[in-house]
């Protein structure tokens, strides 16, 4: 298994451009979440989907949208970037609920200029 | 106001020896402690889960004791090796399984 997978790995955007982040796992766990770091800080949720075609908003879903139209992925769409998303985005799934172990993408590292 | 706290932010420690992190939450009731490994430019990976009925778990060299009612845990690494440099972090789960609380980290740095 491939484990979750992000694309791209680095970006750097203009402020007012929208884009995708990709989120990919093969593990055919039912819940994926999307958060991002902030340097120093602790992760913040910003999406998180129970299956497919369920979504719904974390702790910081200002700025940020996601659809999942498959068990497999979810991604994580920015549509006017602003400098306050500059950060690392990680992707996680997990086979049920919370309280299991989540599994963790190599995160895409955005910058808004 | 749900939070977790780290101690200390950094530590430098030499290659061999032992060192323990600490973990102080307010998030209550909970329902589960996390500790997580992230190496640098990585995704963070987990080491330990312990629910709120358990009070020590295992993982190879790392070893994570909770105590619920002081609120605190702690992660001690025995016989550190280069490879232990990583942040370490800690996350507390509430009860209700709605939320995972993302304490900032501790860096450690293992030395030769």
């Known amino acids: 298994n491939a484990g979750v997978t992000q694309t791209p790995k680095f970006r750097i955007l203009k402020i007012g451009q929208s884009m995708t982040l990709q989120c990919t796992q093969d593990?055919?766990?039912?819940?994926m979440y999307w958060y991002r770091q902030d340097p120093g800080m602790g992760l913040k949720l910003i999406y998180y989907s129970v299956g497919a075609g369920i979504t719904d908003k974390g702790e910081v879903p200002n700025g940020y949208n996601v659809s999942r139209s498959t068990t497999e992925d979810f991604p994580l769409r920015l549509e006017l970037a602003a400098p306050s998303q500059t950060s690392v985005y990680f992707c996680a799934s997990t086979p049920q609920g919370r309280g299991h172990e989540q599994y963790f993408g190599p995160g895409t590292r955005l910058t808004v200029t | 106001k749900n939070q977790v706290e780290q101690s200390p932010q950094s530590l430098i420690i030499l290659e061999g020896k032992n060192c323990t992190l600490q973990c102080n939450y307010t998030v209550s009731p909970f329902s589960n402690l996390r500790w997580y490994k992230q190496d640098t430019g990585r995704g963070p990976v987990s080491l330990t889960i312990?629910?709120?009925?358990?009070n020590t778990k295992s993982n190879g060299r790392y070893t994570a004791t909770l105590d619920a009612d002081t609120k605190q845990s702690s992660l001690h690494i025995t016989a550190s090796q280069l490879s232990d440099s990583a942040s370490y972090i800690c996350v507390v789960g509430d009860q209700a399984g709605t939320a995972l609380i993302f304490g900032k980290g501790t860096t450690l740095s293992v030395s030769s």
């Open positions: 312990m629910t709120f009925s358990e």
């Open positions: 593990m055919n766990h039912n819940y």
